[in-house]
């Protein structure tokens, strides 16, 4: 896949500029050749202390700052070339760098629209197609983990309700079988207590077949005396009587 591209101003001049930031944007220029992009930095301030209405220093100052990673402060400089008056013939150069500048601070929408603004100035240009295309597929992108993310933290939302709702019912559930053990428990307790008041009842009870067993002897022994006073009066009438004296 094509990477982006930096557009750097070397030979051409953008603007008027002194004999002697001229020497100093020369020297820079040949030092970003080389990759010292500190090196150039420094050169590239000092052109723009010469003479600080310098297109050509301010431009290539905010690629050295791109080069060292220092997307913000690349940023800025780009952007404030944007909306300078005094030069409009490159600001397709302009927007194309800071669309770069925000892609790589992982400013994807931002990217998309400086990359059309410098389509707009300059309809031709491929590149800007390109890195156009390839900030869009990263919007898409973004947008694509933002919605999972999102239907992620859902999902653990409801898993998480539903945890809570099961922990919740196990709670009650623990409450009532432990007031159904209390209540037993006191129910235990009463009986005990209603036995200790009552021992000797307790005791004297009989079951109904023992009570019937002692109630029919009590009628056969009953039979069984009436029996024997029968028999004695008849023997009492038998004895003869003795004579009066």
């Given amino acids: 896949m094509k990477p982006l591209l930096l557009l750097i101003i070397t030979g051409t001049t953008i603007g008027a500029y002194a004999q002697t930031d001229r020497s100093h944007i020369r020297q820079g220029n ?5 990759g010292r992009y500190q090196d150039a930095e420094i050169d590239y301030r000092k052109a723009l202390e010469e003479d600080p209405q310098s297109f050509r220093a301010d431009y290539n100052l905010g690629n050295a700052l791109y080069k060292q990673k220092q997307y913000d402060a690349a940023t800025l400089k780009y952007e404030a070339l944007t909306k300078n008056e005094k030069d409009r013939q490159n600001l397709d150069r302009y927007f ?3 669309g770069n500048a925000y892609y790589e601070n992982k400013k994807y929408q931002e990217s998309v629209e400086a990359y059309k603004n410098a389509l707009r100035n300059n309809p031709r240009d491929m590149d800007a197609k390109h890195n156009l295309q390839l900030a869009m597929r990263k919007v898409e992108e973004s947008r694509q983990e933002q919605r999972q993310q999102q239907s992620q933290e859902r999902e653990q939302g409801q898993e998480q309700e539903k945890q809570e709702q099961e922990k919740q019912q196990q709670g009650q559930q623990q409450q009532e079988e432990e007031k159904q053990q209390q209540e ?32 029919q002897a009590l009628e056969n022994e009953e039979k ?9 009066k008849q023997h009492r009438q038998k004895v003869p009587l003795g004579k009066n004296w």
């Avoid at 040949?30 to 080389?34: D, I, L, M, R």
């Avoid at 000797?200 to 077949?209: A, F, H, L, T, V």
């Avoid at 069984?224 to 004695?232: A, G, I, S």
């Fill in 184 to 215: 037993e428990q006191e129910q235990e307790q009463e009986q005990g207590q209603e036995q200790a008041q009552r021992p000797e009842q307790m005791k004297g009870q009989i079951s109904r077949e023992d009570a019937e067993r002692i109630l």
């Fill in 224 to 232: 069984n005396v009436m029996k024997r006073v029968q028999e004695q």
């Fill in 30 to 34: 040949g030092k970003f050749k080389e």
């Fill in 96 to 98: 194309y760098n800071l």
